[in-house]
């Protein structure tokens, strides 16, 4: 069965931390790509970051500098580190997988997707 499951979202407040995990399972491409994207209420989804089999990696302008993306390949999990965390970075937090080594964020790259966990920043 093929699974995406993000964990570690929550409330915390301005200029805090928080480390996204997005458990995988089921897949057996060896060449793929996962990807983080985000969607606040009434906006469209938006591109975070990516990260390939190879380790290639890739930011959005909006959080570079500040996210960072890795990934455990024992684990079957990549994870999103986010610092310094602003209220306009409050969304839903969503992984995808992509059957391709092509670092792009845009979700029509894309062929499955976690279910989503929301991330609140907030005094």
């Known amino acids: 069965q093929l699974q995406l499951v993000e964990s570690g979202g929550g409330l915390v407040q301005p200029g805090k931390s928080l480390r996204l995990s997005c458990a995988t399972s089921g897949f057996t491409e060896d060449y793929n790509t996962i990807g983080w994207f985000r969607q606040a209420p009434g906006q469209a989804r938006e591109g975070l970051s990516c990260?390939?089999?190879?380790?290639?990696?890739n930011y959005a302008d909006s959080v570079k500098g500040r996210f960072t993306i890795s990934s455990d390949n024992a684990k079957n999990t990549v994870y999103l580190q986010m610092n310094d965390l602003k209220s306009e970075d409050t969304a839903v937090y969503y992984c995808?997988?992509?059957?391709?080594?092509?670092?792009?964020?845009?979700?029509?790259?894309?062929?499955?997707w976690g279910q989503g966990i929301q991330v609140t920043v907030s005094s």
């Open positions: 995808a997988y992509g059957r391709h080594n092509m670092c792009v964020m845009s979700e029509l790259w894309y062929d499955y």
């Open positions: 990260i390939t089999g190879s380790s290639t990696t």
